[in-house]
């Protein structure tokens, strides 16, 4: 399919919730308002979330990698979210513990394989402590963009397959 939707219209800083509902709906929103994915995307991702935390504790700033089937998505995109202030997640595979995440990935791939080669290289970044604060600290969204640009290799998902 297409190419991958990574652009400053999808990164979201100062981002404003009480809980991990509020966030998600407000990350999911942006992308239904650009038309990368169908109304229905907001609700699956809740759901989903619901029955599949995606929070992840990691060194120095918690993670979140919300995502859902390719059904409600228009085009491949990934969504970074910056929080004004942590907001508890459900950790991956731990119903009964929460983790205060500061920045949401939310992806919206419309292709399962895809989204695996992505999850792999978003673990990479997840391991390295400075590139998260990097990323928490940015006050501007270019600099998220180079960053993650480079470190997910982005460019290599604009022709698909490898």
């Given at each position: 399919?297409?190419?991958?939707?990574?652009?400053?219209?999808?990164?979201?800083?100062?981002?404003?919730?009480?809980?991990?509902?509020?966030?998600?709906?407000?990350?999911?929103?942006?992308?239904?308002?650009?038309?990368?994915?169908?109304?229905?995307?907001?609700?699956?991702?809740?759901?989903?979330?619901?029955?599949?935390?995606?929070?992840?504790?990691?060194?120095?700033?918690?993670?979140?990698?919300?995502?859902?089937?390719?059904?409600?998505?228009?085009?491949?995109?990934?969504?970074?979210?910056?929080?004004?202030?942590?907001?508890?997640?459900?950790?991956?595979?731990?119903?009964?513990?929460?983790?205060?995440v500061q920045i949401v990935f939310m992806l919206a791939m419309d292709e399962a394989?895809?989204?695996?080669?992505?999850?792999?290289?978003?673990?990479?970044?997840?391991?390295?402590?400075?590139?998260?604060?990097?990323?928490?600290?940015?006050?501007?969204?270019?600099?998220?963009?180079?960053?993650?640009?480079e470190k997910l290799e982005l460019l290599a998902f604009e022709g698909g397959e490898?």
């Amino acid at each position: 399919m297409g190419k991958l939707v990574f652009d400053e219209s999808v990164i979201l800083l100062d981002v404003e919730g009480e809980t991990k509902e509020v966030v998600l709906e407000t990350v999911a929103q942006n992308l239904v308002d650009r038309g990368l994915v169908k109304t229905s995307f907001i609700q699956a991702i809740l759901k989903r979330e619901s029955e599949f935390a995606t929070g992840l504790p990691t060194a120095g700033v918690s993670v979140a990698i919300p995502h859902t089937d390719v059904e409600h998505v228009n085009e491949k995109t990934i969504s970074v979210a910056v929080l004004k202030k942590p907001v508890d997640f459900v950790i991956m595979g731990d119903d009964s513990e929460t983790t205060p995440v500061q920045i949401v990935f939310m992806l919206a791939m419309d292709e399962a394989h895809s989204q695996l080669t992505l999850l792999q290289k978003l673990m990479q970044v997840f391991q390295d402590e400075q590139t998260l604060r990097t990323i928490v600290s940015a006050t501007d969204k270019s600099t998220i963009k180079t960053l993650l640009e480079e470190k997910l290799e982005l460019l290599a998902f604009e022709g698909g397959e490898r």
